[in-house]
């Protein structure tokens, strides 16, 4: 049997929302320099426009409607925005109709979900109603994977979070709140450490990370902009743009550790086609020492500075590139730069969007 754990690097980071009054005045809670309210003596919210009250969960300085539902004026739609992608745009023309569309449609459909209160002997009801359709999928998890085992099957787990968002090994409080590592697919399924004989893991040729946290190689410049433009770095889910780095080699070794990773795939290299230079961080420096992993303190991951080896770019384009032999020999220096400093096999390397679009070194089903 032929079993891989397969997860991503990638790190994502969920923001909350939050909603105040100042000294000053009630502020609007979703943009806190909005400031379209007025408080009353008592202290309290006083909404002009508003069509909740201040203990509602999307209490708001949204207009009424005559029948008392809310309209949310084009203002409002770009508050949201604001406070959803944690950037300070006050016309917020450089995002786009269609983005400021998502984000606020978003956002509505947040405040829906919490406005709608379910009676208990309804909801019972209606989970009852759609019970048969759901339960014939049910079975034990670890019975059908023994099952599969015997029958020497190929089984695929897949991980959805980065390893880096795992409670115990990620950059905390910055994580999810349970263990990303490969480790936990035995522990969900049920099945023994020793049925997965290949762990495969996923990362990019350069860093990204959704939200905040801890992000050492983090570019702000036109490099910065220029990998999150070529690369479409924008969250899959909340749609807010990615911050974008240079490829960190000290995480990603110490993720393959954590995790017992076996080989990578390595994508989105065509991303860097139109660099002079590509970096790589080989190291970090903290309080002027030295050191080769990422601190387990999130005060020391805020201070380390990168070291970092500069590898010359190719500046020819490796879109659709399906065969190693055929890329650049700068773009080969560094794949087998990253290979030989992680200490993991680059089992494959992605040069485009598309799925076929892919160099495949080694087969994880085959070995």
Not at 104 to 130: G, V
């Amino acid at each position: 049997m032929k079993s891989i754990y397969k997860f991503s690097f990638v790190f994502v980071v969920m923001l909350m929302f939050l909603s105040s009054c100042s000294k000053e005045g009630c502020t609007d809670p979703i943009a806190e320099n909005y400031d379209a309210e007025a408080k009353k003596d008592d202290g309290t919210c006083e909404f002009i426009m508003g069509c909740m009250d201040e203990n509602s969960i999307a209490y708001n300085s949204l207009a009424t409607k005559d029948d008392g539902s809310c309209v949310y004026p084009e203002n409002i739609k770009r508050s949201l925005v604001l406070k959803a992608t944690g950037t300070w745009c006050p016309p917020c023309g450089d995002w786009g109709a269609e983005y400021v569309n998502n984000i606020y449609n978003d956002y509505i459909a947040y405040y829906d979900f919490w406005q709608k209160i379910y009676e208990k002997n309804q909801l019972k009801d209606d989970l009852l109603k759609i019970a048969p359709k759901i339960l014939k999928f049910s079975q034990p998890v670890w019975l059908k994977i023994d099952q599969f085992k015997k029958q020497k099957k190929k089984i695929l787990f897949e991980g959805a979070q980065g390893v880096l968002l795992d409670v115990d090994h990620g950059t905390y409080p910055f994580v999810t709140s349970s263990n990303t590592v490969a480790s936990s697919a035995a522990t969900g399924t049920g099945c023994g450490p020793n049925s997965i004989n290949y762990v495969l893991g996923i990362t990019k040729a350069y860093t990204t990370r959704v939200g905040e946290g801890p992000f050492p190689t983090e570019l702000t410049d036109d490099v910065g902009e220029l990998l999150g433009t070529r690369g479409k770095e924008f969250g899959t889910v909340t749609s807010r743009k990615r911050r974008c780095g240079w490829f960190d080699g000290v995480l990603v070794r110490q993720t393959i550790k954590v995790s017992g990773i076996d080989g990578i795939a390595l994508t989105k290299l065509d991303v860097l086609d139109e660099l002079d230079e590509i970096k790589m961080c080989v190291g970090y420096e903290l309080d002027d020492k030295k050191i080769d992993y990422l601190p387990a303190a999130v005060e020391d991951q805020l201070k380390i500075k990168p070291i970092y080896k500069i590898f010359e770019g190719w500046k020819v384009s490796t879109k659709g590139i399906k065969n190693m032999d055929k890329l650049p020999e700068n773009a080969k220096k560094y794949i087998f730069a990253i290979e030989d400093f992680i200490g993991a096999k680059v089992s494959s390397v992605s040069t485009s969007p598309e799925r076929n679009d892919t160099i495949l070194v080694e087969n994880p089903f085959n070995i």
